[in-house]
């Protein structure tokens, strides 16, 4: 359970990282797929499948929040002595992945389907929270959280093609208007997923109790009253607090920008392959699984985050990004001689830099805590992973629905082989302009993101200066201005009681 005497070995990162084959892998088959084929085949219009996964990711990301602090705070229970307080709900989750399989199966009503994806995407998040945390639980070192967010990113990416290619060989197998296709595909996955996140269970540890947590846990047990009113208010500051650091506000909007335009291009990626570029959902399937490009784009890129840093590593993902997006688009104007051939190597080059995009701002995620705890002098990773969860899930329900309403008011006819000439120039407009606009304003934000390998240094230097007693009159000029940048406070102002 402590960190103590624990290293940071290859074996553990991989371990840790194993959690990520669900985390990339699930919502990449459900993000390419789950539209799809509740529009071909369970009878629903994109309105009413777009709206499942809308309403089920807004709940959850209204549930991730209290998540967040639940396993922030786990500690003080029975269970959280016994188990940890992160680990404990890996343990839970692994079986309930059985839930999975219900998703993707067919003659049943809307209710159903509502219901079922709703409690898998809550499953997802009460595992995928507090194992977020655990990278800065278990190490404070910078290059071992590298190296462990960088295998759990090859993983991902495993994930990731195996979350299409998999599908693809059993599309290809029943044939495209075979459902079952669909069904195992989800029956493999929630098997693999659940034996994944055990194994991840066992190889993790979390950070020793520190004596504030243990003076708190005392104060709680000598408690006879419940919570107040003021205390729920007092959580709720505590979230909204977290957008008052600079680097996080800047973070976030890397983050859900980039992310967001992703999840638009595989909502509508096999739509535009059918209906647009005039080729099957299998060969759409197969340039989906070019995402196995992202293993070793992700290796390279855990190398480059340390040699260039995050903000070089931003501007080069994409601009790249939205030149892979153009050529799809101008592949759907011109149709070319060779198409295939095309459109295979625009996948590699646009998967390359998508797994970089995914990379670089979970590689940053386990450094903002260390800026906040400069401010609020604790130590808040499951507060501001909720909160990422939170704000992500909620762009992401937002951004489906939007493509589901614009689809149907497109004029798009469910399970219809062939669609009128409007819906399918809306279809490329949907991918054209939601892609590469977003990937634009991620573009410009990267060139204000000043978070780094140097700067996070000074900082964790200064946070151990005053921890030891350091005076805040000693402080010299460059570590002040840094402090200054990254939390977006004067330096007059951290380091206090009750700052936030």
Request: hydrophobic letters at 45%; one cysteine or more.
């Amino acid at each position: 359970m402590s960190r103590k005497d624990k290293k940071i070995t290859l074996p553990v990162c991989i371990g840790y990282g194993l959690v990520d084959l669900m985390g990339g892998g699930a919502f990449t088959i459900i993000g390419a797929f789950l539209l799809f084929f509740y529009t071909t085949f369970c009878g629903l219009t994109p309105i009413e499948g777009a709206s499942i996964v809308a309403i089920a990711r807004f709940v959850d990301a209204v549930a991730s929040l209290f998540i967040g602090s639940i396993s922030d705070n786990f500690y003080k229970t029975k269970l959280g002595k016994m188990f940890g307080r992160r680990r404990f709900f890996l343990l839970i989750g692994a079986p309930l992945m059985a839930v999975y399989v219900l998703i993707w199966t067919i003659g049943m009503g809307y209710w159903f389907y509502l219901s079922c994806y709703l409690l898998f995407e809550i499953i997802a998040a009460m595992i995928l929270i507090p194992w977020e945390t655990l990278p800065t639980e278990m190490t404070t070192d910078f290059g071992d959280r590298t190296k462990i967010s960088t295998c759990r990113l090859v993983i991902s990416s495993l994930g990731q093609f195996l979350g299409t290619f998999v599908p693809a060989q059993l599309i290809g197998h029943f044939g495209q208007k075979n459902p079952y296709a669909y069904f195992y595909n989800g029956l493999f996955f929630a098997v693999l997923y659940a034996i994944c996140i055990f194994i991840t269970y066992k190889v993790t540890w979390e950070r020793e109790i520190t004596p504030a947590m243990e003076q708190e846990l005392l104060e709680r047990e000598n408690s006879k009253g419940g919570r107040s009113f003021g205390d729920y208010l007092k959580v709720l500051g505590e979230y909204v607090s977290t957008f008052k650091l600079k680097c996080f506000r800047k973070h976030l909007g890397l983050y859900l920008l980039s992310f967001t335009a992703g999840d638009i291009f595989n909502a509508v990626f096999l739509f535009f392959c059918v209906y647009n570029l005039k080729v099957s959902s299998s060969v759409g399937a197969y340039l989906l699984s070019f995402s196995i490009i992202g293993i070793p784009g992700t290796i390279i890129g855990g190398v480059l985050f340390l040699k260039l840093g995050p903000t070089k590593l931003y501007k080069i993902t994409y601009t790249f990004m939205i030149l892979s997006v153009l050529a799809y688009y101008g592949v759907y104007l011109f149709n070319p001689e060779g198409k295939t051939a095309i459109l295979l190597g625009i996948s590699i080059v646009y998967f390359a830099f998508r797994s970089l995009a995914v990379l670089t701002p979970w590689t940053v995620f386990p450094f903002i805590p260390d800026v906040d705890e400069i401010v609020s002098m604790k130590r808040r990773e499951g507060l501001f992973a909720a909160v990422m969860t939170f704000t992500r899930k909620s762009t992401v329900a937002l951004a489906t629905f939007l493509i589901g309403v614009v689809l149907q008011e497109g004029g798009f006819v469910k399970g219809q082989d062939v669609q009128s000439p409007q819906t399918v120039q809306i279809i490329g407009y949907v991918l054209l302009i939601g892609c590469v606009g977003l990937f634009a304003l991620s573009l410009i934000l990267a060139f204000t993101f000043k978070l780094n390998k140097e700067t996070h240094k000074i900082l964790i230097d200064e946070v151990e200066r005053l921890k030891n007693g350091g005076s805040k009159n000693d402080v010299d000029q460059e570590t002040k201005q840094v402090v200054e940048d990254l939390t977006g406070y004067k330096y007059e102002s951290v380091w206090k009681e009750n700052a936030i």
